[in-house]
């Protein structure tokens, strides 16, 4: 679960990192007081700036106009009003872009040095591990592909967490000495901490800043704490914010189904991820394009394939659909039968091509046949129900 | 003679009394495994299936002398059930759930000592035959010369049923989950394939996110001489989009099926285009091979 800049800084805060002097806002007035909080905390005089950012669950807001700066609070308010409530198109969102739920409002800090710190886990290693580089402020798939060197890598272990040496590995990755590495290295502990203390999967200081009065601390925070794990993090699990989700991913989510929204034209409803991944693959393969991916999970009982078929049918783009099950405990009689229920509780009219495998398929197919629907049409192999479903989606 | 379980595996199910424990329990012993015990806190001297149940592993061990564990805790006690195991120091642990925290998959990870972990968020593994530590339908296993090692479910089943069907049979097939931290990567399995004298070719089932794909690729061009066959999952999948399994994320343009791909080609596996084509690839080329 992605969590917002505002959202992460106030964790990492909360485990010693130090952060900029800010305040989120939800609303345009929210920001006007936010200006004034920041700007009495940080001491500050007339025409004291400040930067509104746009919180959203994708970068590149900066080259979107989503970061403005305001120097009073007439223009937090005003700078705010233009981002609240609007979509933000960013390179990362896709074309649909983002709302923007809540702006943060936090003291500009200007000059300094950019670097790169965080800590992921390494699923190779099955540890977490830190990465730090002194190419900060920047992509840093674009650092990593470049110059591989650019970014030092350094594994820790869970129970004893890093080691003086690998610290001083790090802090010397990103280039810190004397007291900016001492400042560094409480950073470095505090962000363990934060790890560890919310089952993250992700937290990115990008850039994290050597400032020109020698403070170190990050400009942003981005953080990804593991779905698997929120069962034992209410607090955590209470800063979803479902606005940045896709709605029909939503709607499936909720129902204890997968659905991930592409753009094609050919729907699918399939058991299983890596079958479901398999299908688009074929589909394509064979000169569709999928319209979504989507994995009804073992459990499939007419209540989910129904369920399952309005969420596809809810884009409008799908022309043909293609149902591809292997029934291992579930019976393909069984979805057979939830298939018949649910297309015609939904009257659905687009056609439909059925492929089942697996155990009771002959009842399966004889009870398709049977139905006599004439846009329900069975395929016994994958390959020729692809070409099918493709075939009828041009027409 | 396949690798892992066997007519020797003897077979303690966590989780018994939940409704997948009992359910996949009376599937198991339908197959031929030998399941010898359950465990369930606080339910000792029930039966399931004709299954005494224990409320410890420890107890259920000493009195059945079961050597492999099939988890399907919960995944919030997942943890602790798999420390049992590993305390009991049983040889092999299944953990179908899914949904484990990675950080738990970590710190299970680091404490395995000589047990080996399959899964979790895995169908578990077969030696067709032989014996079934897992939720797979037995019927469509025949006893063969293909391995498969796969991160999936029900595509592991599609392949198994085209290689089937095609006249080969399954030395072992395992799946090895789809998350992201998991007990037991291809690297780990494929030596033990190239010492079992049962298996001839195997078949490995990818998807993206991830470096296993990429690893077993280093291992099969330096280490593997059987030939290998496979497919890589997610072709059509968009980048930073959990696919379904918490492993299947393309994440920092990381991950990504053409990548994989290309790793495994160039190893020299033969990697097959289309999920329907598994089968068929590999008679064709074990039919060649052996003129």
Known sequence: MKLHEYQAKQLLAAAGVPIQRGRSAKTPEEAAQAYETVKREAGGGAGFACNIKAQLHAGGRGKAGGIQVAASAVEAAERSKALLGKRLVTKQTGPDGLPVSAVLVDERLSGGIELYLAVTIDRSKAMPAF??????????????????????????????GLDTAGEDQLLNALGLTGPAAEAGRRILRSLWTAFLATDASLIELNPLVLAPDGRVLPLDAKMTVDDNALFRHPDLAALRDESQEHPLELQAGRIGISYVGLDGTIGCLVNGAGLAMATNDIIKLCGGTPANFLDVGGGANVEQVTQAFQIILADARVKAVLVNIFGGIMRCDWIA???????????????????LQGTNVEEGRRLLKDAHRLNLISCDELEDAARKVVELARS | MSILVGKDTRVLVQGITGQAGAF????????????????????????????????????????????????????????????DVIEAKLPLLVIITEGLPTLDMVRIKKRLGSTRLIGPNCPGLISPGAAKVGIMPGYIHTPGPVAVLSRS?????DAVFQ?????????????????????????????????????????????????????????????????????????????????????????????????????????????????????????????????
Request: glycine share 12%.
């Open chain 2, 163 to 291: 290689l089937t069907e095609a006249g080969l049979g399954e030395s072992t097939c395992i799946g090895i989950g789809g998350d992201p931290v998991i007990g037991s990567t291809f690297t780990d399995l494929l030596p033990l394939l190239e010492e079992d004298p049962q298996t001839e070719a195997i078949v490995l089932i990818g998807e993206i996110g991830g470096t296993a794909e990429e690893e077993a690729a280093a291992l099969i061009k330096a280490a593997i001489r059987k030939p290998v066959f496979a497919f890589v999952a997610g072709r059509m999948a968009p980048k930073e989009k959990r696919m379904g399994h918490a492993g299947a994320i393309i994440a920092g343009g990381k991950g990504t099926a053409m990548e994989k791909m290309a790793a495994l080609r160039a190893a020299g596996a033969t990697v097959v285009e289309s999920p329907a084509g598994i089968g068929a690839t590999v008679a064709q080329a074990l039919s060649t091979r052996r003129r």
């Open chain 2, 153 to 157: 479910g029900t595509l592991t089943y």
């Open chain 1, 337 to 355: 039968q939830g298939l018949l229920n649910a297309t015609q509780q939904l009257q659905v009219k687009v056609p439909i091509v059925v492929r």
């Open chain 2, 24 to 83: 996949h329990t009376e599937k198991m012993l339908e197959y031929g495994t030998q399941v010898v015990a359950g465990v369930t806190p606080g339910k000792a001297g029930e039966k399931v299936h004709g299954v005494p149940v224990y409320n410890s592993v420890r107890e259920a061990v000493a009195a059945s002398g079961a050597n492999t564990a099939i988890s399907f805790v919960p995944a919030k006690f997942a943890y602790q059930a798999a420390l």
């Open chain 1, 131 to 160: 990465l730090a580089s002194r190419s900060g402020g920047v992509d840093i798939e674009e650092v990593a592909a470049k110059d591989a060197d650019a970014i030092v890598r350094v594994p820790v272990d869970i129970d004893r």
